[in-house]
């Protein structure tokens, strides 16, 4: 069985804006306002991600943090786990 | 509670509502736009395509279609195409009477796209005396045709005098049919204006409608940027007007607008025949004056928190003063019947 990793649920976008990146699920609809400037770009998660993973180049204090980050991404719906190939 | 992201300002809408044409077969009495015939230079097909690219490129997540009625225009389902190819949302608000079996089947294959049909009221007569003989049947045909496929479907009703007592079986209506509901505020625009002494709500029914919405938390508002329930909003932080911040309205000739019930030409943003979609949400002082719009005598209010002054397009048709604070608000509808009490004890 294939490990899960993780992608931007369907009902969802995300996009740039100057504070960070803007995710709309339209099941509700939501609003997520993240303050993440420009260390997550919009497109990371268009592809399936390993849990863990992060974009390269970060400093080890962002890690954590983004790391959490995600975490709430996929606890509230943004994210959904994917098999990853 | 206001959202400093969003008073900052936005790179492009959330969403906006395009209304693709003024043509219409129907002639609702509350109708926003009074639509009939379509306007003697709607957008052709080939700039109806070309803003779809642009709505793309600045990264607008949805675009809510109305009008007028979407589907008469021949070429409607070819937007919509053009807008699920390019992974934007869709979602169309129609009065259901050319929905067919073959229409439903080709749009549930997009998973883009959700539907909304406007139904005024629970009974037949009471639907049909705002809408037009006939339309309640094959409004609810359509919604059955919508809800047996897998398009997430609402029932739109306006709220009015004639059907606010048939609010909570207009709930029952849509649980019975698999539909959900949504209810929006009856404004004085379009054939709205010439109605609006006939069709509005009094007071005492908007306080009944706001304590019974309280308690239905799955019923949905039509407010200014979008749908959402009483929790959602509160949550959200998105208790405002989102006209020019969250939304704004394309015409079917072009022409934008902070919203849909402000399509006047005092209130023309641009028009996408002389500039980018882009460059009017950027650059026009109308937009830039409801991005710093404050209803500052509503301040003191103990329900400021809550809604912000209200509806700008309602303070603008009712008393001509975009800054005055909403007519009807709950505040003023609690004020208006104690002064009617008043009135009739002296």
């Known amino acids: ?72 991404l996929l606890e509230k719906g943004f994210l959904r786990e994917q098999p990853l190939c | 509670m206001s959202n400093r992201f969003v008073e900052k300002g936005l790179r492009s809408p959330v969403n906006l509502t395009w209304e693709v044409t003024f043509a219409c077969n129907l002639r609702c009495r509350h109708c926003l736009s009074a639509s009939a015939e379509p306007a003697p230079d709607e957008l052709t097909t080939a700039e109806a395509l070309d803003l779809v690219e642009q709505l793309h490129a600045d990264g607008v997540f949805q675009v809510n279609f109305g009008g007028g009625e979407p589907f008469i225009r021949p070429d409607f389902e070819e937007i919509l195409d053009a807008c699920h190819a390019r992974g934007i949302m869709t979602c169309i608000s129609t009065n259901g009477t ?79 049919l698999g539909v959900s509901l949504r209810v929006s505020r009856f404004r004085p625009s379009g054939r709205g204006a010439d109605n609006w002494e006939e069709l509005r709500p009094n007071p005492a029914q908007l306080l009944a409608f706001s304590d019974w919405l309280a308690n239905s938390g799955d019923v949905r508002t039509g407010d200014s940027f979008f749908s959402l329930t009483n929790q959602e909003r509160q949550g959200l932080g998105l208790n405002l007007c989102g006209a020019a911040k969250l939304t704004c309205c394309v015409g079917p000739t072009g022409n934008m ?11 023309k943003a641009g028009s996408l025949r002389d500039s980018t979609f882009q460059e009017i949400w950027d650059d026009s002082e109308i937009y830039a004056s409801f991005r710093s719009l404050r209803i500052h005598s509503c301040e003191d209010c103990q329900r400021f928190d809550q809604c912000h002054g209200g509806c700008p397009a309602v303070a603008y048709h009712l008393k001509n003063d975009i800054e005055g604070g909403d007519p009807e608000c709950l505040e003023r509808c609690v004020t208006s019947i104690a002064d009617e009490k008043k009135t009739a004890v002296a």
């Open chain 2, 98 to 176: 050319l929905l067919d079996t073959a229409r439903v089947e080709r749009l549930a294959r997009t998973r883009l796209v959700a539907i909304q049909v406007s139904l005024d009221g629970a009974r037949k007569e009471t639907c049909d005396a705002i809408r037009g003989d006939g339309v309640f049947d094959k409004a609810v045909k359509a919604i059955k045709l919508l809800a047996a496929s897998s398009i997430p479907t609402s029932i739109n009703t306006v709220l009015t005098t004639q059907n606010a007592d048939e609010i909570p079986a207009m709930y029952e209506l849509a649980q019975d």
């Open chain 2, 257 to 267: 607008h902070p919203c849909a019930f402000l399509q006047s030409e005092r209130f």
């Open chain 1, 1 to 72: 069985m294939a490990a899960a990793g993780i992608q931007l649920h369907p009902a969802c976008r995300v996009r740039q804006e100057g504070f960070g990146l803007l995710f709309y699920d339209s099941r509700g609809p939501r609003l997520l306002f993240a303050e993440t400037g420009s260390i997550l770009p919009p497109d990371f998660f268009a592809t399936v991600r390993r849990k863990d993973e992060l974009p390269d180049g970060l400093p080890e204090k962002g890690r954590g943090v983004l790391q959490k980050f995600i975490t709430q």
